[in-house]
């Protein structure tokens, strides 16, 4: 029974206790805060309502009233270097690198922030250099993922797949895609120079890396075609529709001029229709229709296209369709006809590009590294309208 009264009186007490504390930490938070610049508050104010001039003013007062302050100097760097004013950006944190009392902590921070401001300037070997030098250090995932970058830029591909394995190895998420797109280059390159016999190795690489790479698929084709294996190229081709069914569309060319150079161009037609049925694409059509009139006449390639209009409506479908009926129609209605394949076609040419899913960025031509974003593999294999109608 004493123990329990003992605990009711000290109830008292332990909340006296816990309001002194509290009201000891609002002194002290209101005492630090009265000690702060009112320009830093500005400053701040300034950058919630991305007013950055005027942020970047605020905060020179405040450096030169604390010139020891080593966070205000992070973040006018950053403001400086985000306006695309890298010299000063690169002043400030050389200034920063400079200070014998900076602690360790941040001097690893000023030579990343050093290093991305080198980076926004394009100077690239200062950025490699300083990026580098923070590579066993607690900044070594970012400074990776900024060497990655700058070896993509600079096509330096070998130092590009090893940065990225060893990224990939830190624990900093899969990089397969992106490990199996440098090989491919250096195999693009290899077949470029018309060295096949290099070009394999490299793509096998690829393909281990990440088996379901369509691009070093198609390429592992382009060698064996160059070595003049016409039947073991559309082996390979064929195994695109494994991979990806809509990228069936990329290799349809090569798998129609294969079948050609052997003899065999209804075998080609015949396949190419089979993908139509899985994966109606404008690009396929084009192809079919075009190997269609030469086997079989302009009667069948009208059949073709029409019953895919029907199947996708789409102005490229229409395009092609009004193409094939002006192949054979009437001197009375060519003319007709024709303005109205032109007209069609004018606006067909705003609607046939891909699209980067990432980014937006649009092109004529198909990519596998968006020129926009520099992100790989985000160009889906089918062209906007398709995409659109498809949605």
Not at 209 to 225: C, E, F, H, N, P
Request: glycine letters at 6%; aromatic letters at 8%.
């Amino acid at each position: 029974m004493d123990f329990e009264l003992w605990w009711l009186l000290g109830i008292p007490v332990f909340f006296a206790l816990g309001w002194i504390a509290a009201r000891v930490d609002i002194h002290q938070l209101v005492s630090e805060s009265r000690s702060l610049p009112r320009n830093y508050f500005k400053g701040l104010n300034f950058l919630l309502n991305e007013q950055h001039d005027k942020a970047i003013d605020a905060f020179i007062e405040v450096v030169k009233l604390d010139p020891e302050s080593a966070d205000m100097h992070f973040a006018l760097g950053n403001l400086f270097r985000r306006r695309g004013e890298t010299e000063r950006a690169i002043r400030v944190h050389q200034n920063l690198l400079a200070r014998p009392d900076l602690p360790l902590e941040q001097q690893g921070h000023a030579a990343y922030e050093l290093g991305m401001d080198y980076l926004k300037a394009g100077l690239l070997d200062r950025a490699e250099e300083t990026f580098n030098s923070l590579v066993d250090t607690q900044y070594a995932a970012q400074a990776r993922r900024a060497l990655l970058e700058i070896y993509q830029r600079e096509k330096e591909w070998p130092r590009a797949i090893e940065a990225a394995v060893g990224l990939q190895e830190s624990g900093a998420g899969a990089r397969q895609k992106e490990i199996a797109q440098f090989y491919c280059e250096l195999a693009h390159d290899a077949l470029v120079h018309m060295k096949p016999d290099e070009a394999m190795p490299l793509l096998e690489k690829a393909l281990q890396t990440d088996r379901k790479s369509v691009r070093a698929t198609i390429l592992t084709g382009d060698v064996l075609l160059a070595r003049g294996d016409v039947e073991g190229a559309l082996t390979t081709w064929r195994r695109v529709e494994q991979q990806s069914v809509p990228h069936v569309a990329l290799v349809a060319q090569r798998l129609m001029d294969g079948y050609t150079k052997l003899g065999r161009p209804q075998e080609g037609v015949n396949l190419l229709r089979s993908y139509l049925e899985e994966a109606s694409s404008i690009d396929l059509i084009e192809v079919v229709f075009k190997a269609v009139i030469e086997l079989d006449g302009v009667e069948a390639a009208k059949q073709l296209v029409s019953a895919e209009l029907r199947r996708t409506p789409t102005l490229l479908g229409l395009d092609k369709l009004l193409e094939a009926r002006m192949m054979d129609a009437p001197a009375a209605i060519w003319s007709e006809l024709s303005m109205v394949k032109n007209l069609v076609h004018g606006y067909t040419q705003k609607l046939a590009r891909y699209q980067c899913s990432h980014c937006g960025f649009k092109a004529r031509q198909f990519y596998w590294h968006c020129p926009g974003c520099n992100k790989w593999e985000t160009y889906p294999p089918r062209r906007t309208e398709e995409l659109n109608v498809m949605n």
